[in-house]
């Protein structure tokens, strides 16, 4: 069974910096693993994702800010994010889909940051 597992975050003044962690049951390295997050009141949306080949991605608001990266050898991937503002407060998620797959199937429970002005 694939499951992710967050890890990390909880609270960080503005301008600051917090990693997340997200751990994979299986062999990562033929998943594509991205982060979304959500703001109370707000739809989830995509933070940044990592292909299996290791192509990245980043919403416009966390460009040049948050870097995603994985280490296969650990199953583990990994939210660097730095220069934190308020806005950057949320659940995080961390989910995970078959490089051939469509659908991001496989979803951990949250991990929750906060980022204070």
């Known amino acids: 069974q694939v499951q992710p597992v967050e890890s990390g975050g909880g609270l960080v003044q503005a301008g600051g910096s917090s990693r997340l962690s997200c751990r994979v049951s299986g062999r990562i390295s033929r998943f594509d693993v991205s982060w979304y997050r959500q703001a109370p009141g707000k739809q989830r949306e995509l933070v940044a994702g990592?292909?299996?080949?290791?192509?990245?991605n980043y919403a416009d608001s966390v460009k040049g800010r948050f870097t995603i990266s994985r280490d296969n050898a650990k199953n583990t991937v990994y939210l660097q994010m730095d220069s934190l503002k308020p806005e950057d407060t949320g659940v995080y998620y961390c989910?995970?889909?078959?490089?051939?797959?469509?659908?991001?199937?496989?979803w951990g429970q949250g991990t929750q940051v906060a980022v204070s002005s």
């Open positions: 989910a995970a889909k078959w490089y051939y797959s469509g659908n991001y199937n496989y």
């Open positions: 990592i292909t299996s080949g290791g192509s990245t």
